[in-house]
């Protein structure tokens, strides 16, 4: 029996056709990504997560010599949540990264192992996570839910 998996998502021209707050949160993203230590891969990615308390969490990338140790924006982000703040839900999420020596236009999409790490957030507290992505200009990609980036993850109730 075939089945069919469709989820809708806003595309933007450009950041200011988001509301005010969720402008000053892809900000923050941006600004994040002066703290990304990125000196092997150039590629600098900074996140912002506003929490239920509506406060706003800032993660950026943080590379290793020993590679591939070292972490994502995303999941710098969401471990720096869960450990200061673990009960607070997070309402929304924006990305942004600026990669040396090259243009930043183009909404960026987390890796695979940070889009299971949204999936977990989000199940864990049964709360969707708004999803901004987008370069330091041009196009900002909006989705509803980190459901939406990873549509066949693993949820571990096959463990229970």
Avoid at 4 to 23: I, R
Avoid at 102 to 121: A, F, N, V, W
């Amino acid at each position: 029996m075939q089945q069919k998996f469709e989820f809708e998502y806003d595309l933007l021209d450009n950041s200011n056709q988001l509301s005010l707050a969720d402008q000053a949160l892809l900000t923050a993203a941006k600004e994040a990504t002066k703290t990304a230590y990125a000196p092997y891969s150039n590629f600098k990615v900074g996140a912002a997560a506003r929490i239920s308390s509506n406060a706003i969490i800032i993660g950026s990338n943080q590379e290793s010599a020993s590679f591939p140790v070292g972490i994502c924006a995303e999941r710098a982000l969401l471990n720096s949540i869960g450990s200061q703040f673990p009960h607070e839900t997070i309402n929304t999420i924006a990305i942004s990264y600026e990669p040396v020596g090259k243009p930043s236009m183009e909404p960026i999409s987390p890796c695979g192992m940070c889009r299971q790490s949204l999936l977990d957030y989000e199940n864990r507290f049964e709360s969707p996570i708004k999803i901004i992505m987008a370069g330091m200009s041009g196009k900002v990609m909006v989705l509803k839910s980190a459901t939406h980036l990873l549509p066949f993850g693993f949820d571990g109730s096959i463990l229970k």
